[in-house]
């Protein structure tokens, strides 16, 4: 009861928590106004700052690729002769199903078809072989290193000093020589970085939960609305809350393992029941696309002709990460400890990155092959509704009804276990660090996540979704360029260390 108690009185946990709550009343009593402050919001930030956002990202990577090929790369996370607390399989199923793993199956077929009809180009002719190329090459892209470099400097600071200095894994502990001991500042931090990460799963699990609801409809013939959404977020509400109960060494570790697993299978069935070599082709081409093109889209803005597309796509990708970098690096730095800092990077930004890419040229590649060769009008599909795009899919390959129910399940599991961790990653926060946050706390976050998803769909859907991801991680880009900074101060404080032993 103490614990339950000194969580309560934290300033983090009320001042976060009330935000939220009062973020949920204030949708529920009055969605219409809620979604008009939301949309003017989402013009001021992406008016204002998309140009930030790319430019925080591609610094990033530069930094940690830095780190991973520097001396640093070799210490570890951890005292000087740890070893991995995980085996590399269930630490990369972690990794994927706590970092975008209900997206990347939300957006893996989503985001190429949707490329493909409507293009990144002005000039580029929709529907057409060029634009299938460009549709998958910038489908890599956003699904690649940046991404993940958001997650990857968050973790790697907050493991860093958790596992090797004993310190706690809060972010205002992370940034102290910059910003000092200021326990105004602390609070402050903290609770920004508890606000992002609420809206960042939030986008995720409403993304899901849009998906499912799809896919109920598509396949049993269930109603698809606001209805069977709530439905389905508060049965998901119900089984994490059940796995929390277990901790991450028993549920998280085997949900976690069981994603990887079902993803496995559902890659290979469409794999080898789809066009196989043109799949192999699509996934080498864009790769190499990805690869030429990485520097230029990473800093592409349009100011000269003011289309939109980088701000609805990669510029809310980027916003999206930054506000739950939080939640997944603390979630990636507590399941990585005893790694090397270089095995930490290539793990985290390119083992995760190359599974994402291979998910998109199999499911992506398989509805880009239908649509040119066969004409089945996918890409018209997913236009007038994002949610159906894997199943329609699975529609033009065998033993559909099967895979479209394994579909659902997996993206089930993958909500489950981003909104267990998410309960987790949110308890520490607000019970300053621990370890081992109470149950009362977790339970507490994982009905204000839910709430606040359901709020932001019945709001507005998909632009409420991404509305709260850009404005929430407006802020939160800022305090990481100045966890950047001190993650080299304290590099360089260690190295002085070292030469006066």
């Known amino acids: 009861m103490r614990k339950n108690r000194k969580s309560f009185l934290n300033p983090v946990f009320f001042i976060s928590a009330s935000v939220i709550l009062a973020l949920v009343i204030i949708g529920a009593v009055n969605p219409t106004g809620f979604q008009s402050v939301a949309t003017r919001l989402f013009d001021f930030t992406t008016q204002n700052f998309g140009w930030f956002y790319l430019l925080s990202v591609f610094v990033f990577v530069i930094f940690l690729i830095g780190v991973s090929i520097s001396k640093y790369g070799k210490m570890r996370l951890g005292p000087k002769n740890s070893k991995p607390e995980f085996g590399f399989f269930p630490w990369i199923g972690m990794l994927f199903s706590t970092g975008f793993g209900s997206g990347l199956v939300f957006w893996g077929v989503a985001e190429p078809m949707s490329h493909f009809f409507d293009t990144p180009f002005p000039g580029l002719e929709p529907q057409t072989e060029e634009a299938a190329r460009v549709a998958m090459g910038y489908a890599f892209f956003n699904w690649g ?32 020589p910059v910003v000092g001991n200021n326990p105004l500042a602390a609070t402050s931090i903290n609770s920004l970085a508890v606000i992002a990460t609420v809206m960042g799963v939030a986008t995720s699990l409403g993304l899901g939960i849009m998906q499912m609801s799809g896919g109920l409809s598509s396949v049993f013939g269930l109603p698809d609305g606001v209805w069977m959404q709530i439905i389905i977020a508060f049965a998901m509400l119900l089984v994490y809350l059940g796995s929390s109960i277990s901790g991450v ?22 794999f080898l029941a789809g066009p196989t070599v043109f799949i192999l082709e699509t996934f080498v081409l864009g790769l190499g696309d990805y690869l030429t093109n990485f520097v230029g889209y990473s800093l592409r803005l349009t100011p000269y002709t003011g289309d939109n597309w980088v701000t609805e796509w990669t510029i809310f990708y980027w916003a999206w990460a930054i506000s739950w970098s939080p939640f997944v690096g603390a979630f990636v730095a507590r399941v990585s400890r005893g790694r090397t800092i270089r095995q930490y990077i290539f793990g985290v930004l390119v083992t995760s990155p190359a599974i994402a890419c291979i998910w998109i040229a199999v499911f992506g590649g398989t509805s880009l092959y239908s649509d040119l060769r066969n004409g089945t009008m996918i890409a018209e599909a997913v236009d007038n509704d994002l949610a159906v795009a894997l199943f329609e899919t699975f529609g033009t390959l065998p033993l559909s009804t099967i895979t479209s129910l394994m579909a659902i399940i997996l993206i089930f599991t993958f909500l489950v276990t981003s909104a267990d961790s998410a309960t987790y990653i949110l308890g520490s926060m607000t019970s300053r660090g621990s370890l081992n946050p109470s149950l009362i706390t977790k339970f507490i976050w994982g009905g204000l996540i839910t709430a606040i998803a359901v709020v932001l769909l019945v709001a507005g859907g998909l632009e409420a979704l991404q509305t709260a991801s850009l404005t929430s991680a407006l802020p939160f880009v800022v305090i990481i360029i100045i966890l950047m900074i001190s993650f080299i101060k304290i590099l360089q404080r260690e190295e002085k260390d070292k030469t006066k032993g």
């Open 145 to 176: 290193i940046s991404q993940w470099s958001v997650f990857a400097l968050v973790g790697l600071v907050i493991a860093y000093l958790q596992f090797r200095k004993g310190k706690d894994g809060l972010i205002s502990t992370a940034v102290k």
């Open 249 to 270: 060494n028993r549920g998280m570790k085997w949900l976690s393992t069981i994603n990887l697993s079902f993803c496995l299978i559902l890659l290979v069935f469409v």
